[in-house]
């Protein structure tokens, strides 16, 4: 019953916008993986002002799980935003995000929750590219390229600071959200960084990426707008950095 009062170990935030065709599956595969393991848990829809019918998707699924929670929004906020606004209204003293078309295995989840759990405050994975192709190649460079550039500005244990898939401890994280100024897709950057100048203890594991093929559905994550795009905020946050650290 949704009345009952649920506190689970762990939070899972899965931000989304315009997946109508694949959130229910996704959900379900998390569901799948998280039953196995020993954890109690909640799955969090972070739906940024979806107009494809996801919100209704996500209703309906938050009506039938009882660990499922639909949180909307009528204005886009941004995918970082929408991550944020989970955390803080999670339950779980671990909490963590996927991105909705689980290009990152979900299978992955329960490795980064079990680091947590044995001391690290803030894991997340470095993407290992898996498909052969011209054109996924095209894909995979500017993000190889992004991480060659974030570790040319900044020494940090993570590498791959735009995974879409990072997991923390609750009470180490939420005084590190009000220091995170992009909404979008730097956010990910941005939160590895200011992470680890603040002193938390992280920690980056190995994950198979794979180009997810939905009924041909190409993803909207484009990394970042552009390699230039991407450049100046990296500059942006290192003179802030040198000012603030």
């Known amino acids: 019953?949704?009345?009952?009062?649920?506190?689970?170990?762990?939070?899972?935030?899965?931000?989304?916008?315009?997946?109508a065709e694949i959130l229910e599956d996704s959900v379900n595969q998390i569901k799948k993986v998280m039953d196995k393991t020993k954890y109690s848990y909640e799955i969090i829809i972070s739906e940024d002002g979806s107009t494809d019918g996801t919100d209704k998707i996500a209703d309906k699924l938050s009506k039938k799980y009882k660990n499922v929670i639909h949180l909307h929004s009528d204005k886009r906020l941004g995918r970082g935003k929408g991550v944020e606004k989970g955390i803080k209204a999670s339950k779980g003293q671990v909490v963590g995000f996927i991105d909705a078309d689980l290009q990152t295995s979900p299978e992955d989840i329960p490795k980064l929750i079990d680091e947590i759990f044995?001391?690290?405050?803030?894991?997340?994975?470095?993407?290992?590219?898996?498909?052969?192709?011209?054109?996924?190649?095209?894909?995979?460079?500017?993000?190889?390229?992004?991480?060659?550039?974030?570790?040319?500005?900044?020494?940090?244990?993570?590498?791959?600071?735009?995974?879409?898939?990072?997991?923390?401890?609750?009470?180490?994280?939420?005084?590190?959200?009000d220091k995170i100024k992009d909404n979008h897709w730097f956010w990910d950057t941005e939160i590895c960084i200011i992470s680890y100048k603040e002193g938390l203890k992280m920690k980056e594991i190995p994950s198979i990426f794979y180009k997810r093929e939905f009924e041909e559905r190409k993803s909207k994550a484009k990394v970042f707008e552009s390699s230039i795009d991407y450049l100046v905020k990296l500059i942006k946050l290192k003179i802030r950095i040198l000012r603030e650290y």
Do not use: H, Q
């Open 118 to 177: 044995k001391g690290y405050d803030f894991v997340t994975i470095r993407r290992y590219y898996f498909k052969k192709g011209i054109g996924y190649c095209f894909r995979v460079i500017p993000s190889i390229s992004f991480m060659f550039l974030t570790k040319l500005f900044f020494w940090n244990p993570v590498y791959d600071t735009a995974a879409g898939c990072k997991f923390f401890k609750k009470d180490k994280i939420l005084p590190i959200l």
């Open 1 to 19: 019953m949704k009345s009952e009062v649920y506190n689970p170990e762990v939070s899972i935030i899965l931000p989304c916008l315009n997946e």
